[in-house]
């Protein structure tokens, strides 16, 4: 065995294609606005356990990054971020409110699958008052709308700080 320190490297950072927010502020602005709207009135550990998981099925790197880095920040376990993405053969991890916000959050985000199925929206509607379910829905479909801005620009994550960003 030698006595050199092995190094790791890294594959290289991709670059951004575009400053999409900086070419079209008054959709951003607007963007902005919507996503605050949405998330009044929600459970905050409920909104970012349902950014996350609607980031992990869209494989977008960047919001995955600032969700898990901002539900950290606000107390979230890491073993309940771990286990999100396979919430299914651990539920015991989570309430039956978050459950369902989970699974509407899925059937919602790949409506390919065949929509939302009436079960589904039935259960959240059992968890949420209707106000709330609303906002829920909202939510999920905004963090879908990020996820698109975020992968179709290839924002790059890993440079986020809890706080630094105002959306």
């Known amino acids: ?88 053969e651990s539920k015991h991890f989570y309430t039956e409110k978050e459950l369902a916000a989970i699974e509407l959050t899925e059937a919602i985000t790949v409506l390919t699958d065949g929509f939302v199925p009436d079960e589904v929206y039935e259960k959240a509607a059992k968890h949420f008052e209707e106000a709330e379910l609303a906002q829920l829905i909202t939510a999920i479909a905004m963090i879908n709308m990020w996820n698109r801005f975020a992968v179709t620009t290839r924002l790059s994550p890993g440079h986020y700080t809890p706080g630094s960003l105002k959306r």
Not at 10 to 17: S, Y
Not at 39 to 68: W, Y
């Open 1 to 88: 065995m030698s006595n050199e320190t092995k190094t790791t490297e890294l594959a290289p950072e991709h670059t951004p294609r575009m400053q999409l927010f900086k070419l079209a502020p008054e959709a951003y602005k607007a963007a902005v606005a919507l996503d605050a709207a949405a998330n009044k009135g929600l459970d905050p550990a409920i909104a970012e356990l349902v950014k996350i998981r609607a980031s992990q099925i869209n494989h977008c790197a960047f919001c995955l990054d600032m969700h898990t880095k901002d539900a950290l920040a606000a107390g979230e376990s890491v073993e309940r971020i771990i286990q999100l993405s396979a919430w299914e």
